[in-house]
T-cell receptor, first 113, second 114 residues
Framework: AQSVAQPEDQVNVAEGNPLTVKCTYSVSGNPYLFWYVQYPNRGLQFLLKYITGDNLVKGSYGFEAEFNKSQTSFHLKKPSALVSDSALYFCAVEAWGNNRLAFGKGNQVVVIP | DAGITQSPRHKVTETGTPVTLRCHQTENHRYMYWYRQDPGHGLRLIHYSYGVKDTDKGEVSDGYSVSRSKTEDFLLTLESATSSQTSVYFC?????????????FGDGTRLSIL
């Protein structure tokens, strides 16, 4: 079975500072990895994905994520956080071929003006 | 935004009553999913559909049933609602399976069972 751990409940960062949201995963075989963002009273919006190839993946709104196979991690990063980045962020993993996403519990990001 | 409409957006009902939530899509996507979102658990898959009248269970399917009689509609039914089913329910769709087709989500239904 696949699973995702997002170890921090909340991440606080000052506007303009780098933002990192951590994710580690467990899966048999090769993983497909995703990040989604959720704003209040809205559904999840897709940010980026890793399938294969370059370990650094670039996505929407200036976000990127780094895949590290040896550490089974897929941390989300943004070089300079904006107040509008304040939201709930979910990491998800899909084991190759099983067509099911397993989500982490989510991280609340608060960007302080 | 993907054309996904969930109805109702909010519902309050009593324990033991039947409840049906509707997901309607205008994208003609083959795959549809129902998730529930609870604090500390993220999203958990309830049921999914891979075509008209083709459905399968997810990880938290007990107490829920689904139906899909046409491509655009996927219904989630709580036959006899319990307080443990108080949650926010999300519908998602995807054109096909596999990582090249990320799932797109509706805005959710907030269900409270008293």
């Amino acid at each position: 079975a696949q699973s995702v751990a997002q170890p921090e409940d909340q991440v606080n960062v000052a506007e303009g500072n780098p933002l990192t949201v951590k994710c580690t995963y467990s899966v048999s075989g090769n993983p497909y990895l995703f990040w989604y963002v959720q704003y209040p009273n809205r559904g999840l919006q897709f940010l980026l994905k890793y399938i294969t190839g370059d370990n650094l993946v670039k996505g929407s709104y200036g976000f990127e994520a780094e895949f590290n196979k040896s550490q089974t991690s897929f941390h989300l990063k943004k070089p300079s956080a904006l107040v509008s980045d304040s939201a709930l962020y979910f990491c998800a993993v899909e084991a190759w071929g099983n067509n099911r996403l397993a989500f982490g519990k989510g991280n609340q990001v608060v960007v302080i003006p | 935004d993907a054309g996904i409409t969930q109805s109702p957006r909010h519902k309050v009902t009593e324990t033991g009553t039947p409840v049906t939530l509707r997901c309607h899509q205008t994208e003609n996507h083959r795959y549809m999913y129902w998730y529930r979102q609870d604090p500390g658990h993220g999203l958990r898959l309830i049921h999914y559909s891979y075509g008209v009248k083709d459905t399968d269970k997810g990880e938290v399917s007990d107490g829920y049933s689904v139906s899909r009689s046409k491509t655009e509609d996927f219904l989630l039914t709580l036959e006899s609602a319990t307080s443990s089913q108080t949650s926010v329910y999300f519908c998602a769709i995807s054109e096909s399976v596999g990582p090249n087709q990320p799932q797109h989500f509706g805005d959710g239904t907030r269900l409270s069972i008293l």
